[in-house]
């Protein structure tokens, strides 16, 4: 893939930028860890960037006119900002940000209609039962999900991102405590298909596909420890060679583009061990700490920390409502 060099040269087009972080949801504490990162690297490349924590002091600041786009670090739902909310938000306030738009946030934010679209699109997606929650309170039939698909499967939140909430079940003992977890969060359970093989994420920046990343923990899968607290993951860049890799840089842009997603991201795959690959999620608004897998794929093409930022802002400007 192309490297293309940045569009915009001097910080000062970039006009204010407010870099929001934090806000409510179960990511909260990773947000402030990326948003603090991309801060202090836009500041390094002099623009002039400010932390605003949260969607409602943002908007607030935007109605007084303090900010002229927005680097939209958040990550999750109910809160999170990466769920269409806020997009919508900044739509109607005609204040370009970066990230996908209303559409594609709400939907990825949506395992499960992210899926159906991708199935939709004939793209490669592990075989689920959605178990939507009603007003009852009833508790979703795990089991019979898990009858469904055959064992062992995944157990998780359809609108959680960073593991939160995800269990491996290889016993059907287990099924009820993996849902009773899962249950802790808003949205409807998935019960997916656990694909064994190597675990790969893709990032996309503008048009331009990464390299890919095979993850390689030393637990059981990549979670939330692995994610963000172990120094032990093996992170091997690109994750597959020639044609292989080519086929799952072309089926990243396939479901990217499915989702309706534009700006930046990442698309998180499995390859099973003959070879097939699985599309699980996208990313929309990835994580930015010292664990997260966009910047490594980044350094890997020579787009170091602060340039990678710089683009991602630069995305914003696809945003632009003209005068």
Request: aromatic fraction near 6%; hydrophobic fraction near 45%; charge should be negative.
């Amino acid at each position: 893939m192309s490297n293309p060099e940045s569009r915009i040269i001097e910080p000062g087009l970039f006009g204010r930028v407010a870099v929001v972080m934090g806000g409510e949801s179960a990511e909260r504490e990773v947000s402030l860890n990326s948003g603090r990162n991309v801060l202090a690297a836009l500041r390094a490349r002099g623009v002039d960037a400010h932390a605003v924590d949260g969607i409602p002091a943002l908007l607030d600041a935007l109605r007084a006119g303090h900010y002229a786009r927005v680097f939209n670090i958040l990550h999750g739902q109910r809160g999170g900002g990466e769920d269409g909310v806020l997009q919508g938000a900044l739509e109607s306030l005609h204040v370009p940000y970066t990230g996908s738009g209303v559409l594609g946030s709400a939907l990825s934010m949506d395992k499960v209609r992210t899926k159906q679209v991708w199935i939709a699109q004939g793209l490669p997606t592990p075989r689920f039962v959605a178990l939507r929650r009603d007003a009852s309170g009833a508790r979703p039939d795990v089991h019979g999900a898990a009858a469904r698909i055959g064992l062992p499967v995944v157990v998780k939140p359809a609108c959680e991102g960073s593991s939160v909430g995800v269990t491996r079940v290889f016993r059907a003992e287990d099924l009820d405590a993996a849902a009773a977890l899962a249950a802790r969060y808003p949205g409807d359970l998935l019960v997916e298909e656990m694909i064994e093989g190597d675990e790969l994420t893709v990032a996309v920046l503008g048009r331009e596909v990464l390299p890919s990343i095979r993850i390689v923990p030393t637990g059981a899968f990549y979670d939330y420890h692995a994610k963000y607290v172990a120094e032990d993951t093996q992170y091997l860049c690109p994750g597959l060679d020639g044609a292989a890799e080519a086929e799952l840089r072309a089926l990243t842009l396939a479901a990217f583009d499915a989702a309706g997603c534009s700006g930046w991201g990442r698309v998180d795959l499995m390859r099973d061990r003959t070879g097939c690959n699985f599309l699980l999620e996208v990313n929309t608004a990835p994580g930015m700490t010292s664990h997260s897998l966009v910047p490594k794929a980044a350094a890997t093409v020579g787009i170091g920390f602060e340039e990678l930022c710089w683009r991602v802002l630069e995305t914003s400007f696809e945003r632009e409502v003209p005068a």
